[in-house]
T-cell receptor
Framework: AQKVTQAQTEISVVEKEDVTLDCVYETRDTTYYLFWYKQPPSGELVFLIRRNSFDEQNEISGRYSWNFQKSTSSFNFTITASQVVDSAVYFCALSEAILTGGGNKLTFGTGTQLKVEL | NAGVTQTPKFQVLKTGQSMTLQCAQDMNHEYMSWYRQDPGMGLRLIHYSVGAGITDQGEVPNGYNVSRSTTEDFPLRLLSAAPSQTSVYFC??????????????FGPGTRLTVT
């Protein structure tokens, strides 16, 4: 069975600080996909990134960066120079094989509440 | 495209009542799914469908029924609501792109309270 652990329940930072959200996963499959979603106070789910198990390259998108390390089964997310608008719940998720119909079953972590204060 | 739409946005039910949460997508996606979100537990898969006429159970299917008579619609039915079904429900649809990666689209969610 697959599992995603986000050990940080809540993190508070002051604006402009860097912050890293941790994600550790468990799976027996050699092919799998990792995701990060943002859930702002308005409640919708916003897709941030998808990474497959064969691509260990780190990724940077503006102030966001992701560090994927298969050796430690981790997919951590760093926000550089945090802003108040980054305040949200962030979910890490894992899926295994792509199913018929082009979908997958996501296993989510419990989320990390990030609060960025002035 | 409207994307994935869910109705209603909010609903209050009494224990034992039944209702249907509606989900529709206009992107012609074969795959659709329902998740529930509870505090401290993330999102958990309830049911999913890989195409019209085909449904299957996810991690937490008890108390819920689904059907998929069309590609566009994937309603979630609560036959006899219980307080434990108080949650936020998300519907999603997805497809696999040319790179064999899943593009997933979530609806805005339905907040259900069962008293």
């Amino acid at each position: 069975a697959q599992k995603v652990t986000q050990a940080q329940t809540e993190i508070s930072v002051v604006e402009k600080e860097d912050v890293t959200l941790d994600c550790v996963y468990e799976t027996r499959d050699t092919t799998y996909y990792l995701f990060w979603y943002k859930q702002p106070p308005s409640g919708e789910l916003v897709f941030l990134i998808r990474r497959n198990s064969f691509d260990e390259q780190n990724e940077i998108s503006g102030r966001y960066s992701w560090n994927f390390q298969k050796s430690t089964s981790s997919f951590n997310f760093t926000i550089t120079a945090s802003q108040v608008v980054d305040s949200a719940v962030y979910f890490c998720a894992l899926s295994e094989a792509i199913l018929t119909g082009g979908g997958n079953k996501l296993t989510f972590g419990t989320g990390t509440q990030l609060k960025v204060e002035l | 495209n409207a994307g994935v739409t869910q109705t209603p946005k909010f609903q209050v039910l009494k224990t034992g009542q039944s209702m249907t949460l509606q989900c529709a997508q206009d992107m012609n996606h074969e795959y659709m799914s329902w998740y529930r979100q509870d505090p401290g537990m993330g999102l958990r898969l309830i049911h999913y469908s890989v195409g019209a006429g085909i449904t299957d159970q996810g991690e937490v299917p008890n108390g819920y029924n689904v059907s998929r008579s069309t590609t566009e619609d994937f309603p979630l039915r609560l036959l006899s609501a219980a307080p434990s079904q108080t949650s936020v429900y998300f519907c999603a649809s997805s497809y696999s792109n040319r790179d064999r990666e899943v593009e997933q689209y979530f609806g805005p969610g339905t907040r259900l309270t069962v008293t």
